[in-house]
């Protein structure tokens, strides 16, 4: 298994411009997230889906779109590139095991906006 | 409003030293507390759930404990391949299923 993969792993985008943050899981789980990371906090969410069709919103979601037509991807879209979302994402999946909730992360994906 | 507070900052152990590192939190009902190892430049690794007061999970030097109003990550006898940033999360019982982090503590354990 692959786990969690993310694309690209890093990306500069103009002010303005848009661009789509790919992740693919197969391990089947019906729950993903889309978090940002700023330098020195903790994880912020933007998105969750708990399953194919079923998208919600996060914490953050301002200035971010998501879909979510399969069970293993969950796009993140930004429209308009602002410097504020200059950050590091993570995409991560989870599902409840025999001990609770498990969850896997991808790589991450860092992105500068200029 | 709903919060999650990590404490300290950072910590640094001599090889061996145990510690244990502090999350309190204040949210409308608990559904699930998390606790998560992440490595510079790298995506959080998942590390224990946890779901009820008096709950404690175990994974090598590591030991997760919770109460109603914080959990800790104990760290016994430490080597210098634990030193990371350890990130605590919680997740409320609601109507949704959104999760808040804290902020995290450095951890360095020095040999």
């Known amino acids: 298994n692959a786990g969690v993969t993310q694309t690209p792993k890093f990306r500069i985008l103009k002010i303005g411009q848009s661009m789509t943050l790919q992740c693919t899981q197969d391990?089947?789980?019906?729950?993903m997230y889309w978090y940002r990371q700023d330098p020195g906090m903790g994880l912020k969410l933007i998105y969750y889906s708990v399953g194919a069709g079923i998208t919600d919103k996060g914490e953050v979601p301002n200035g971010y779109n998501v879909s979510r037509t399969t069970t293993e991807d969950f796009p993140l879209r930004l429209e308009l590139a602002a410097p504020s979302q200059t950050s590091v994402y993570f995409c991560a999946s989870s599902y409840s095991g025999t001990s609770g909730r498990v969850e896997f992360f991808g790589p991450g994906t860092r992105l500068t906006v200029l | 409003e709903d919060q999650v507070t990590q404490s300290p900052e950072a910590l640094r152990l001599q090889e061996g030293e145990s510690s244990s590192l502090n999350c309190s939190y204040t949210v409308s009902g608990l559904r699930g507390l998390f606790w998560y190892r992440q490595d510079p430049g790298k995506g959080p690794e998942f590390l224990f759930t946890l779901y009820s007061a008096g709950e404690e999970k175990e994974k090598e030097r590591l030991k997760a404990t919770l109460t109603k109003k914080e959990s800790f990550l104990h760290i016994t006898a430490p080597k210098p391949e634990d030193s990371a940033t350890y990130l605590c999360a919680v997740q409320r019982m609601n109507r949704d299923d959104k999760i808040i982090f804290g902020k995290g503590t450095r951890l360095h354990i020095l040999p």
């Open positions: 391990m089947n789980h019906n729950y």
